[in-house]
């Protein structure tokens, strides 16, 4: 049985959300409207035709949820600040009533002694911003300073904790490249500017926030998968080698101040492109911690198209694995294995799982939710980091992904990820096994 107090008494034990996906409240108060307020407001967009209307209402809710958390007991509660709440048109003036809605949800995380994280950017760009070339835009450097720094003078008094973006590979894999997200643009020519842009951005990122208090802990949440060769042919291996800097090395590497992983992908040397002189300095930072989020496994083979990685992932569905809801291989046994390869980077001080959490089907019966199988991954996921930390990997916390269930991007409503049920037509809050158990875990 795996006990709170083999974590060690400095561990942070967390929930997180985001902006997009739990605030709703998509005009109120004078919000600008983001890319994804674009993208889900046409519902052929969303898989299943869901419309968000309001989320998992956190905007009215927020006091309720920060109870929940609290309630479970958790010591800190990771949320985003939806930038256009704050800047409508991303480089303007600033909505004060967004301010204000900040302060009164890390006020109330304070009053409930909850430690508030604050994340910067969790994928909800001010689609003023994207009609300018968003990501792609290196304007988007200054527009980002800018509302960084905002930021840090408003909250920067009481918040202490600072993530400065939450998986640049996600948003702009997924929304620059693959055109799956918003703001649906695809190819390299896309992808290599937006993720170039990103990175920098990250780095000044950490230098505004760490000149505001030499006190602040900053880091940034990097999304991150387990990488498996289809089998011991050379040719797969290197692919899978190939795979594996795209999703864990891609964006690392170079806030590290190693550069773009271009030992096993010499093609990102285009990258050069996007440079500009003082660049190579400019995209790293001495961050504090690195956060990261494993949420599947990936089986890579060899393969002609797409022609820059000449790789591709054997579909989990074809092979032996552990489905979710997403169709997505859970694999919990990959994250010790993950906690040690990035324990492996001298640079790294600290790591923390900044978001961990699977979407499986729930079962309601009369007023209780049963999610056993949420349960035992959290456990062992959990039972993964504590071999980790016993062989020395400095991992410091753990944060579930998510406290309610909420909008899941693209999918829509329907993979719930929650440790509490939400019934999305009435907004009520029932607490699943899930998170019984991590309230008495915690105790
Ligand atoms: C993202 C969340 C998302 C979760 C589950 C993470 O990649 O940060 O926004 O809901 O995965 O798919």
């Keep these: 049985m795996i006990k709170k107090e083999n974590f060690g008494s400095s561990f942070k034990w967390g929930v997180t959300l985001s902006a997009f996906q739990n605030e ?4 109120a108060d004078r919000k600008g409207p983001s890319i994804w307020d674009a993208f889900s407001s046409d519902t052929q967009n969303i898989n299943n035709g869901d419309f968000i209307g309001e989320a998992s209402d956190f905007f009215r809710r927020y006091r ?18 939806s930038w256009p709440r704050i800047i409508p048109d991303g480089y303007g003036q600033v909505n004060q009533s967004g301010i204000d809605f900040y302060n009164r949800v890390i006020d109330t995380c304070l009053e409930k002694d909850l430690e508030p994280w604050l994340t910067l950017y969790h994928w909800d760009l001010p689609q003023a911003l994207e009609d300018k070339g968003g990501w792609t835009n290196r304007k988007i450097i200054t527009w980002y300073s800018n509302f960084v720094d905002i930021c840090v003078q408003a909250f920067g008094d009481r918040v202490q904790h600072w993530v400065v973006m939450n998986e640049p590979m996600t948003f702009t894999g997924l929304g620059y490249f693959m055109g799956y997200h918003a703001p649906m643009r695809k190819g390299i020519g896309n992808f290599l500017p937006a993720a170039h842009h990103a990175t920098l951005c990250m780095a000044e990122a950490g230098r505004i926030i760490r000149s505001a208090s030499a006190k602040n802990e900053i880091g940034p949440a990097l999304s991150c998968s387990y990488v ?21 090395r891609f964006f690392l590497e170079p806030l590290l101040g190693l550069g773009y992983p271009t030992d096993v992908m010499p093609v990102l040397r285009v990258m050069e492109r996007y440079f500009q ?24 083979k060899f393969s002609l198209s797409p022609p820059l990685l000449f790789a591709k992932e054997i579909a989990p569905n074809t092979r032996k694995s552990n489905l979710n809801v997403m169709n997505l291989d859970v694999h919990p046994g990959g994250m010790s294995k993950l906690l040690k390869f990035y324990a492996s980077y001298p640079q790294i001080k600290k790591l923390l799982i900044t978001e961990s959490g699977v979407c499986y089907p729930d079962f309601q019966v009369a007023r209780h939710v049963h999610d056993v199988r949420r349960m035992k991954y959290h456990q062992k996921m959990l039972k993964q980091v504590l071999k980790a930390k016993k062989k020395g990997v400095p991992v410091e916390g753990y944060f579930v992904w998510t406290l309610v269930d909420n909008f899941e991007w693209r999918e829509g409503f329907e993979p719930r990820f929650g440790l509490v049920h939400v019934d999305f037509d009435t907004q009520k809050r029932v607490v699943k096994d899930s998170g019984l158990w991590f309230q008495d875990f915690l105790k």
């Design 24 to 27: 709703g409240a998509a005009v």
């Design 277 to 300: 002189p003082g660049d190579e300095d400019k995209m790293s930072f001495d961050f504090d911690f690195i956060g990261l989020q494993y949420y599947f496994r990936v089986v890579a």
């Design 228 to 248: 498996r060769p289809y089998n011991h042919r050379l040719i797969n291996i290197r692919a899978a080698k190939r795979v594996e800097a795209l999703l864990n």
């Design 64 to 81: 309720e949820d920060i109870s929940l958390a609290k309630s479970l007991n958790f010591g800190v509660f990771r949320l985003a600040i």
